[in-house]
């Protein structure tokens, strides 16, 4: 592969880690990372309330596919800014929040392998990976005679432990927590946390009800749209449209009745139309695996039989070479492709042999129901996955 090819396309200090660390800076709490000047410029005013928005997967290219040059959003968009690698909701939230690089929180992927218990967890959900049962063949017929695969063709998901494996093997301080420790106030605005607000109005109304009580404080705000409607529609349809042209009016909407507030609104990834793959359709690169892959279907990790170690780099190219680029462990770590800080210790008995990054519009999935029913992807190395978008407004 290329050398340093992360670097050409992902900016480790134009990203959401330096964005946090801004945040973390003007609250007084420690820092570990550098700082974002964009950023900075904004913050370094004495507001009484900061907002911090993320409306996931809503990217570059996508803000600027379903949205008006004079709108509310790009009018107030003074700049962007890099995901991390991977580019998907568990690394890049989880950097947001704790103000780490991956390969510092360990976080790498909606899946995960962890050594501890030699198993691939869905982290947030805290189940084990889901796998294809064995000899499942399409079960359902659309209306055009087309053969589907159902969602009773996967294994039944198993609790991964009985504790959280996520927060047991790779805790983290999240940036609310922080800083409070460091005598400031912050709060959380997401449906994962107390008061749990279930919909994007209840996020906002939340944020909108604690600008208003008084003294000078932080607001972490999350929203999963409009990625979990381009998962499943695409990054073109008319629902991924009306989503995101609903966020922004509730946004402004919101916005439109604060003061003394710096708004900041963000995406953690961006989002691509796929062309989706499944593994198990390639009997020569599954003979060559200790255990599925775990990460995302953009970003896998491989572990890889002994025997095959030499000759799977050739295995794998002859089916994936021209949409995928193919690094081995020490690669990736040398050049810091997950991050600029100091490796967590047991990252590297998580990432595996090689790791696939997608280059182009294809994805590779563990099952076929998985690869069937998720038209909009991210985690790959490309520009529309990786640039997201870094919208300011200032409410004197």
Same mark, same amino acid.
């Given at each position: 592969?290329?050398?340093? %090819? ?33 950023? @900075? ?10 907002? $911090? ?14 949205? *008006? ?12 800014? @890099? ?24 976080? $790498?992927?909606? #899946?995960? +392998? ?7 967890? !869905?982290?947030?959900?805290? !189940? ?28 039944? /998901? ?18 609310? *927590? ?9 709060? /959380? ?27 000078? &404080?932080?607001? +972490? ?21 009306? %989503? ?15 003061? @003394? ?23 020569? %690169?599954?003979?060559? $695996? ?31 070479? #021209? ?5 081995? &462990? ?48 991210? /985690?790959?190395?490309?520009? /529309? ?12």
């Amino acid at each position: 592969m290329s050398k340093n %090819i992360r670097s050409t396309l992902l900016d480790y200090n134009n990203c959401l880690v330096n964005l946090s660390n801004s945040i973390l800076k003007r609250f007084g709490a420690r820092t570990t990372a550098g700082t974002l000047p964009l950023a @900075d410029k904004y913050l370094k005013w004495e507001y009484q309330n900061v907002v $911090l928005l993320i409306l996931d997967g809503m990217g570059t290219s996508i803000v600027e596919r379903h949205l *008006e040059n004079n709108g509310f959003f790009r009018s107030h968009m003074v700049g962007t800014l @890099d995901s991390v690698y991977p580019p998907t909701t568990v690394a890049a939230t989880t950097s947001i929040l704790s103000g780490l690089y991956p390969n510092e929180h360990g976080w $790498l992927g909606w #899946d995960i +392998y962890y050594p501890q218990i030699n198993k691939n967890v !869905t982290v947030f959900l805290n !189940t084990e990976q889901p796998k294809e049962k064995e000899n499942a063949v399409p079960s359902v017929t659309d209306p055009h005679g087309k053969k589907r695969w159902a969602k009773d063709s996967l294994e039944e /998901a198993s609790p991964a432990a009985k504790y959280n494996v996520g927060f047991r093997y790779t805790p983290y301080k999240n940036i609310v *927590e922080i800083i409070k420790e460091s005598g400031g106030s912050a709060y /959380a605005a997401m449906p994962f946390m107390p008061p749990y607000p279930q919909s994007a109005d209840a996020v906002l109304n939340h944020v909108e009800k604690i600008c208003h009580e008084p003294g000078r &404080k932080f607001i +972490y705000a999350y929203w999963n749209e409009p990625d979990s409607t381009m998962h499943k529609r695409g990054t073109g349809s008319l629902e991924t449209h009306r %989503i995101v042209t609903e966020l922004e009016k509730m946004a402004e909407k919101t916005v439109s009745g604060l003061s @003394d507030t710096l708004f900041l609104i963000t995406a953690d990834h961006g989002h691509i139309d796929s062309n989706n793959f499944c593994l198990l359709d390639y009997p020569e %690169i599954m003979h060559c $695996l200790v255990r599925q892959p775990s990460f995302d279907p953009r970003t896998l990790n491989l572990f890889v039989k002994d025997e095959f170690k030499e000759t799977f780099p050739k295995i794998f190219n002859k089916y994936f070479g #021209d949409s995928f680029v193919l690094m081995t &462990k020490d690669e990736a770590l040398s050049e810091k492709l997950f991050g600029m800080g100091n490796d967590r210790d047991g990252l590297k008995d998580m990432i595996g042999d090689y790791i696939a990054l997608a280059i182009s519009d294809k994805s590779i999935f563990n099952t076929h129901f998985e690869a069937q029913e998720m038209p909009g992807v991210h /985690a790959g190395l490309t520009e /529309a996955e990786i640039k997201i978008p870094f919208i300011v407004i200032e409410k004197k």
